[in-house]
């Protein structure tokens, strides 16, 4: 590596021996398949570095004992973690400009030094750590190579690029909001948030110690199960638990992505491999707000009746707070002395947490206790809860236009479940939909991060296999029948419908949209029941397909309104209201639904 500076490690008195036996010899060969296959990233770095470097790793020790577990691999690390000799600059020209070089390196870059791999060098990240679209307005934006015309994510942005183009086997970041899942969702790898208070941040810069992480990201299954072995220093031999698989339908109404490419990949491979009980579906937002009542406090005044949703929608309102909170008491002085020249993005988020003030404090705490026994109490040590790791695709690069209040929205429901609760959580590629990257998370409960990397590690080929399976097929409408009978099932699923037997409803509307597909009155109908069910994206699905065929159906706009209301996508859901309006100027459901969505649009 020429060019490059080279810095060797001081030598250590305690030699730490992990075998590697046959299972990294594996791993290395893949790795090494993947550069050769990469070769052509030796000349473009995708704007991933800030600086580059070797750090060596520890000597090998001597025969017979076993190499050391990550010789052979190399990494990356974000701009917030401290090396020796080198200012750590936090993504900021400013805070680098401000700060002296680090007298120690961080302990978790130290881990890797001493498990074998060899650090290359420090990746762009948003400024502060405050961003989740991974823009650097001091550094430049890194091209994520799975979309180069959108962001990356952030905060851990290059880190991401440099996993996902495979320049290093894998790179370490921070997570404290978003920073490790959202770029990993981005780029199309993989990317783990362990435990909360697991993995020493010793030597990295906080931004909220209640929520920071540090966390990897790679491409390769067997990569992210070694690194996230020895990241934690977990014990190799472990028995192997019968797993749960606990599918949050409502939240996945947040993300829209086809069902079909996500929860139907998931179940299956569940169902086909050995040592897993059948899948089971809940709404975890109800659960959530039937087991943390501090959450109470936090919640809006809302006519929304589903308060699953405005429970998660609370619980990611304390998380900000709590982040707002901590920052505020970590940087308040230097913000004030030095007044940084930030992005509109991160100077928006830094001023809100300068001039906030918080009065709930203890019960920000209180909600992080209630959310961790809640998560352990419905996982317990065998089960892992899946979810979307983001609700929207990425952003296109430099765009103009600020980002919605419903994408942070959506985006951070998501994302307070593993931050408040402390809980580990591994995103997970899943194929494409409409040429983004699909990613799903897994979240298992604090402190059963090997669990966790376990169960990732044995579903992943089958997962793929079924990504394969579902991109090469084709579904093709049902179109047979006569309107009479469609009549009569329809008339049937109605009268299930007023009983409030909504999935006996679904089934009749069903059976006649079989039987008449262009029915627009089919279609809405089966709308409503599933609204019934919290099942909003099938929801506005149904409506879709009901406009498509009647644009003068009024009830179809006023439901698919409320789907998307129910989703947090307020401006499309404001369209429809007014759309309903337009056909019916006096209905007043639509009426009030305008006038509560421009409140909170606004």
Not at 91 to 108: P, Y
Not at 145 to 173: E, N, T
Request: net charge positive; charged share 20%.
């Amino acid at each position: 590596m020429s060019g490059l500076s080279k810095l060797n490690v001081s030598n250590p008195k305690v030699w730490v021996v992990i075998g590697v036996g046959l299972a990294g010899v594996l791993i290395l060969a893949e790795v090494h398949r993947r550069r050769g296959k990469a070769s052509s990233y030796d000349e473009e770095d995708f704007g991933a570095f800030i600086e580059r470097f070797e750090l060596l790793p520890f000597p090998q020790p001597p025969p017979p004992a076993a190499r050391l577990p990550l010789s052979g691999l190399t990494f990356a690390i974000n701009d917030n973690f401290d090396i020796k000799g080198y200012i750590t600059g936090y993504g900021s020209a400013e805070w680098k400009r401000t700060h002296e070089a680090a007298v120690k390196t961080a302990i978790v870059v130290t881990t890797m030094l001493r498990s074998g791999a060899t650090c290359v060098g420090k990746t762009i990240m948003d400024e502060l750590g405050f961003g989740i679209l991974g823009e650097n307005k001091n550094y430049g934006t890194p091209t994520n190579p799975q979309k180069p015309s959108h962001v990356p994510g952030g905060s851990s942005s290059g880190s991401a690029v440099a996993a996902a183009a495979q320049i290093v086997d894998f790179a370490l970041g921070t997570d404290t909001v978003a920073c490790i899942r959202v770029p990993a969702s981005f780029c199309g790898v993989l990317g783990f948030r362990p435990s909360h208070g697991l993995v020493s941040t010793i030597g990295v810069l906080p931004n909220s110690q209640s929520l920071d992480t540090v966390g990897l990201l790679a491409s390769v299954p067997s990569v992210l199960h070694l690194v996230g072995h020895a990241l934690l220093q977990l014990n190799t031999l472990a028995p192997k638990k019968t797993r749960r698989i606990v599918i949050a339908d409502d939240i996945f109404q947040l993300s829209k992505v086809p069902l079909q490419k996500t929860v139907y990949v998931i179940s299956k491979v569940a169902d086909k491999l050995s040592g897993y009980q059948t899948s089971k579906h809940i709404n975890f937002g109800q659960y959530i707000a039937a087991n943390v009542p501090s959450l109470q406090i936090f919640r809006e005044e809302s006519t929304d009746q589903q308060t699953g949703m405005s429970t998660l929608r609370a619980l990611s309102s304390a998380m900000l707070f709590l982040q707002r909170h901590e920052f505020k008491t970590n940087h308040e002085e230097w913000i004030k002395s030095v007044k940084p020249k930030l992005s509109s993005d991160v100077s928006n988020r830094v001023s809100a947490a300068i001039n906030t003030t918080q009065e709930n404090v203890k019960t920000l705490y209180k909600v992080r206790i209630e959310m961790r026994t809640a998560l352990k109490s419905l996982l317990k040590d065998d089960g892992i809860l899946v979810i979307p790791t983001v609700a929207d695709p990425p952003l296109k690069r430099s765009s103009r236009k600020g980002l919605p209040t419903e994408f942070h929205d959506r985006m951070n429901a998501l994302l307070s479940i593993a931050n408040m609760s402390g809980g580990c959580q591994v995103a997970i590629p899943l194929g494409k939909h409409d040429d983004s990257p699909i990613s799903v998370s897994f979240i298992a409960s604090h402190g059963n991060d090997k669990f966790l990397l376990d169960t990732v590690l044995d579903m992943y080929s089958s997962l793929q296999e079924h990504v394969s399976i579902i991109s090469s097929s084709s579904l093709l409408p049902d179109m047979n029948g006569s309107m009479d009978a469609a009549e009569l099932l329809k008339e049937k699923g109605n009268a299930a419908y007023k009983g409030k037997q909504w999935n006996k409803a679904i089934s009749f509307y069903s059976e006649a949209i079989k039987l008449e597909d262009t029915n627009a009155t089919y279609h809405s109908n089966r709308a409503a029941a599933y609204l019934e069910l919290g099942c909003f994206q099938q929801a506005e699905d149904d409506c879709n397909k009901a406009i498509s065929f009647d644009k003068k159906n009024v009830k179809a706009y006023l439901r698919r309104g409320t789907a998307r209301e129910s989703m947090l996508f307020y401006k499309e859901a404001l369209q429809d209201f007014k759309h309903a309006l337009v056909l019916e100027p006096q209905n007043k459901v639509a009426g009030l639904a305008e006038k509560r969505l421009r409140k909170l649009i606004s």
